[in-house]
């Protein structure tokens, strides 16, 4: 029986898979303004991705906005992610500090889950995966390839060295650059989630892996991206056509 992880009252690895819509804002009025809109959108979770927050050198500010964030989305669960711009984010943060604002973001209680990147090092995510769990949040550890695919056993071996060093849910994310590209990231995504370990996350990018955005459940991804207003990545498919697609796949 495959291990379940909820978020809130979501759960993933159980059904089809969850979607999970991101925001973008820049200013404090265009995340208000994202978090009402997706208050309208038939969603399961959502993602605050921080890097693009005018107010990400001050943790003070961050804070303050994560905890309006919180209030603002109700009963939706939330995702503090800093995307560094190695992975295709907006911005760097240096190591003390990345380390610093997602375990604020774990210990105030206003995330529900932390995204934490496995590149930032075993002794970062080892720490932070910890902490994450002190304060009763679901760690996310993610890899995040915008150039190309690495091999099958590749993404498998470190979907699973994510698991290793403490993280509840695993992602990846990589760009095809040809339909290969594609069966490798499903293939991967398949033989992880046969361990039945545990949920995972699993995308190939852009227009070519968009398929996988919808069909990844089939071999094991447990949540999908949508967009509603900006895409947060290539390839993300309108989240008001995702729950047809997803349930006509998976029978709900």
């Known amino acids: 029986m495959k291990a379940i992880v909820e978020i809130r009252k979501v759960r993933l690895g159980e059904g089809a898979p969850k979607i999970c819509v991101s925001m973008t804002g820049r200013t404090r009025e265009e995340l208000r303004g994202e978090a009402a809109l997706l208050r309208t959108i038939d969603l399961d979770l959502a993602e605050w991705r921080v890097d693009f927050f005018e107010g990400v050198d001050s943790p003070e500010k961050v804070l303050e906005m994560l905890a309006e964030l ?6 939706v669960p939330l995702i503090f992610t800093f995307r560094s711009a190695r992975e295709g984010g907006q911005r760097e943060l240096a190591a003390d500090d990345y380390i610093g604002l997602n375990a604020a973001a774990a210990a105030s209680g206003d995330a529900d889950a932390i995204d934490v990147e496995l590149f930032a090092g075993d002794e970062a995510v080892r720490r932070l995966t910890a902490e994450a769990r002190r304060f009763g949040a679901v760690s996310i550890v993610s890899n995040h390839d915008f150039d190309k695919t690495p ?3 590749e993404l498998a071996a470190r979907l699973r060295r994510m698991r290793e060093l403490g993280g509840d849910v695993p ?13 490798a990231l499903l293939q991967a995504t398949y033989a992880v989630s046969s361990d039945k370990e545990g949920p995972i996350i699993t995308m190939s ?3 070519l892996g968009a398929v996988s955005r919808v069909a990844g459940g089939t ?3 447990a949540l999908t991206f949508g ?10 498919l309108a989240a008001a056509e995702l729950r047809g697609l997803l349930g006509a796949l998976h029978g709900e």
């Open 227 to 236: 967009a509603a207003k900006n895409a947060s990545a290539p390839g993300q």
């Open 205 to 207: 990018m852009g227009l």
């Open 70 to 75: 919180r209030l603002l989305l109700g009963p």
């Open 219 to 221: 071999f094991g991804s």
């Open 171 to 183: 992602k990846i994310a990589v760009m095809p650059r040809d339909p290969g590209d594609v069966l």
């Open 151 to 153: 091999p099958a056993e």
